[in-house]
């Protein structure tokens, strides 16, 4: 059975760093796309961010130039150094990986068809 369970998140203030990790496990091979989407409280899921298994990655541009992706293939797991948070990145942040890339008007993101979810992580950062 595969299991995404993601990890770092937490309370911080404004202008500071967090690290997510999401941990792969049951699935042995390499997931197409792996990703960040978040949602905050009445808000709609928004992505994050999403790599390929050769590193070629998008970055929302909400977060583009403080947030960067990364992936370790050997150990599938998935990273997402957040830098400079800012309030509005207040979300539960959540990991996918799956088959497929899915379109939307910024680029390709992880397509929601075929792909496993994680139960999510909180992040909070105040003013």
């Known amino acids: 059975q595969v299991q995404l369970v993601e990890s770092g998140g937490g309370s911080v203030q404004s202008g500071g760093s967090l690290r997510l990790s999401c941990a792969v496990s049951g699935y042995t091979g390499s997931f197409n796309c792996m990703g960040w989407f978040r949602q905050a409280p009445g808000k709609e899921r928004e992505r994050v961010a999403a790599?390929?298994?050769?590193?070629?990655?998008i970055i929302a541009r909400s977060v583009k130039d403080r947030f960067i992706v990364s992936r370790d293939n050997t150990n599938n797991a998935l990273y997402l150094q957040m830098n400079s948070l800012k309030p509005e990145d207040t979300a539960i942040y959540y990991c996918?990986?799956?088959?497929?890339?899915?379109?939307?008007?910024?680029?390709?993101?992880?397509?929601?068809?075929?792909?496993?979810w994680g139960p999510g992580t909180q992040v909070t950062v105040s003013s």
């Open positions: 790599i390929d298994g050769v590193g070629k990655s």
């Open positions: 996918a990986a799956g088959p497929t890339w899915q379109y939307y008007s910024d680029g390709f993101y992880c397509g929601a068809n075929g792909a496993y």
